[in-house]
């Protein structure tokens, strides 16, 4: 494999990824002796592929070499046909074509999984995406095979279902637990990059910039989302790009178009050279050469900047771990933290009751870490934004569990999407509960988080944003193991859920103290909603958390009083 170091691989080399910083290292002596060549290998082989996937980026922390032994097709990058006859792989759905496989994974995903389900004695089915054999699992036994299971590897799983190949001869074979490992490093370097985040400057910042809009009207799809990009990118990238309007614009521009890039015809013929594939190369490629460029600077210039950046560079990190962190940050965080971000407004906007819990709550830690003035009285007039700035960062993660429980609730609703594993082992994995069906060696495995998240036996009227679920009288997801996933489960967790919860908590509090909005349509009229019930519409079908069906405005003005506080 060229630029990936074969000539420190004493076999056959392959481009993997795994969290070996032995084998990146390998990478940068490939980078410094054929610097194009190493990049092309880049370009193709991991951002073209790769970066667009949101959890294959996340959990590709070095592109990395490794020679391992030839092994059974479960390590192939040929998928094997599912035998029913021998295999006991749970029954094959009704709709399945040749070469495509099942269309409607593609284009209906949450009714594809509940029909094939019905459709199944045990609840448990086999389906083919393109070429690819997979097992769609539900019910509690599916559900915790998929998130307990040693075995499925979450690396494979989304590369190739979510768009690319999978990995051929993976490390993670022999190690199926490796992306645990990226789990970790990727903590390690998150976390003390929170500590010094200075959120609260830059919701404010970016809120105030908002106010200045004289129309007063906002998609919190677009405004919020590029909030959040933005933090993103100050908290766990460069200030280069952070404080450049421009250089945000482009990023977020390439960002969206990778994310876009997925076609069903890009995961049935992973090797054909598809639009899709096309673009990815080619965006991938330009992020890449963005963030190259800036840490070529700083090496050769000296320049030093306080950011996450540097105290990579300063850590020793690779530029290609860097770059990993960086993008896989970008890609696995973006889109999750961005739209329910934007939700909860929309959510809190139907509710009266949640919106005074909630501001309810900003002010309780905001007077008990700024006091209103020093005799108590009410007539502090320093404005209640101004106030969350002397809240630490350790109140900002455990005193908001008003708002925490919106988010929760607002990641229930918007779970549209299915999660992947593939059995990279060479045995059947039982699934227990269904006599004796199992997932076979090499075969994918999909679960969607619908099962559990929009099932009404588990979550009534599941299409209400109802915070109040969560409450020790209800308590709704606490009733089962694994009844709610929405953070990851079992094996997975989402190592950026700490992260996430700070931006959202941030933003949701300096807006809640700062404006008064309402759910408008486009020409400003006021929506007429029920609680927890917006007129705007989730696709249930699509693959992601995603933006809603319909444009989605919000009207927004100073609050009165906010002077004087609530
Ligand atoms: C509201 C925001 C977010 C939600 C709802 C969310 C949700 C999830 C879920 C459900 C999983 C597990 C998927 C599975 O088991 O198949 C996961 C994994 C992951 N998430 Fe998040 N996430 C969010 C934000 C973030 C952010 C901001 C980052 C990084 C900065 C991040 C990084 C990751 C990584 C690296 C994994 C893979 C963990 C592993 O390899 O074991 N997530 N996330």
Redesign the pocket.
Known sequence: MSGCGDEHAPGKCSVTFTSQSRHAQLIENGARTSRWKSNYTVLTKSIGLCVGQ??QA??SPAFSTSWVPRVPYARSNQPAPLDHKNSFAPKLVSDSLPIVGSLNFFTQRWDFFQSAASHSPTGQFSFYAGRYPVIGLSGDEGRKV??ESKVLN??E??GALIGGSPKTEATAMDKPES??E??DY?TKR?NPLLKRGQFQKHVHTSLQKLADDPTGMANPFDSIYRIVYQI?MRI?ACNEIASDPKMLATTLKSFETLEAAVSPTFIMFPSLPTKAKLVRAWEGARLYKIFQNIIDDRKKTGRRETDALQSLMDQGDSTLQIITFVL???F???L??G???AWIFVYLATSPTWLSRVRTEILTVADKYTPRNNNNSNTNTTPLAQRLHSIPLEAWESEFPTIDLC?RE??RC??TGA???KNTSDNAIPIPGTGNEVIPPGAFVA?H?GDIHFNPAIYPDPSRWDPGRYLPDRAEDQRGKHYY?????????????K???L??TIITAFWAAMFEWENVDAGGRRKVEGEGRPELKTNWNAHT?SKPVGEAWVRFWTREGEKVGL
């Open positions: 949101a959890y996340m959990s998929f998130f979450f690396t799983g989304y992306a645990n990226f789990a990727f998150l993103t766990v896989g940050a970008l696995a965080g973006q999750n933290s739209i329910n971000a988010l607002c990641i918007q779970s999660g992947f594993r679960y988080l996933v929405g953070w990851g489960s079992g094996r997975h967790p989402c190592p950026g859920m992260f996430a919860k931006e959202v958390a």
